[in-house]
């Protein structure tokens, strides 16, 4: 979700001020003054800083992600490419799924993250999309995976649907059974048809009697 990355000092307290915010009111009810104020400056301040209160929401939504999205990356074992795309993935919709941020916007105002889902994608998408991209390269060069142009990004849509669908998954009671699917569906689709460099029999064959099919073909026209 499109927003300024920020580092410093200043901006961390302004960012935690817009996050708590948001988790105690809402993003419609969020602002700038109750920003500032939380954050220790001036109202002015904050909109040198960040412009409008939507951008502010977005900042802090950027750095949830970034922050969980590193938490995940750190606690991903040791394996094959594909097995850690996997472990990241399901691992992120489980995380994503305490963050009170989400939470509250998700519930107070889901219209906010609609432009996220409709028309296009923000930062936040992208640090995913990019994690994601890194592991597909990883398992392409281990032959644990052989994705495809749109992997990645086909990837992240399951992932961030799943992720959105989490409070109704949990009032079902079927939320952990949903990851364990999740996972399996991922394993599946991303497992290549055959090793690197070895070519399957059946295909090998079905290829070679349309190759005949089609000279028989020619040769009798």
Known sequence: ME?????TPTDEKLLAAIRESVVLHGVRRTTANDIAERAGMSRMTFYRRMGSVENA???ALTQEFRSYTG???SGTPAGSGRQQLVHFAVESVRLFVTS????SISERDPEFLIPYVTDRFGASQQLILERLQGLLDAGTA??????AAGTAVT???AVQGLALSSRVLL???????SLAELAKMLERYLTPPAP???ELEGVTKAASMEENLLTNKFKGD
């Open 3 to 7: 927003s300024q990355r920020t580092s």
């Open 57 to 59: 929401v977005l900042a």
């Open 71 to 73: 938490a995940v990356w």
């Open 100 to 103: 009170e941020l989400l939470a």
């Open 142 to 147: 281990d032959c644990s995976m052989d994705p």
């Open 155 to 157: 990837l992240l849509l």
């Open 171 to 177: 009032k079902m009671g079927v939320f952990e059974e």
């Open 196 to 198: 690197c460099g070895v």
